[in-house]
């Protein structure tokens, strides 16, 4: 989904050149976004050129409002075990990072 929308357009075989999937997989995916209301791609098959920016609204809205939660599950979990020591830690190493992030 990401990488259709950083892409406001895109055939089958660069989206699965972007992905570094199959062409067989990709389409198996795109078929079941289909089927869950989340991509709507008319005529994919007859068409070169398909996930035109007005067909991705659902993606979006999934990326958007769905998305940071499900990424950020993990983390939050982990950081819901870490003890004391280990949180002092993790925010010294975020520190150093955010320093050598700033050197750039």
Same mark, same amino acid.
């Given at each position: 989904m990401q990488a259709l929308i950083e892409k406001n357009g895109m055939s089958? *075989?660069?989206?699965?050149?972007?992905?570094?999937?199959? =062409? #067989?997989?990709? $389409?198996?995916?795109? /078929? %079941?976004?289909? *089927?869950?209301?989340?991509?709507?791609?008319?005529?994919? =098959? #007859?068409?070169? $050129?398909?996930?035109? /920016? %007005?067909?991705?609204?659902?993606?979006?809205?999934?990326?958007?409002?769905?998305?940071?939660?499900?990424?950020l599950q993990p983390i939050v979990r982990a950081l819901q075990r870490a003890n004391p020591t280990e949180c002092e830690t993790i925010i010294e190493g975020l520190r150093t990072l955010r320093r050598l992030m700033e050197q750039d």
């Open positions: 089958l *075989k660069d989206l699965s050149a972007a992905v570094g999937m199959a =062409h #067989s997989t990709v $389409s198996g995916i795109v /078929d %079941r976004l289909e *089927k869950r209301g989340m991509l709507e791609t008319p005529g994919r =098959h #007859s068409r070169p $050129s398909l996930y035109q /920016d %007005r067909r991705l609204q659902a993606v979006r809205d999934y990326m958007r409002n769905e998305m940071p939660s499900i990424q």
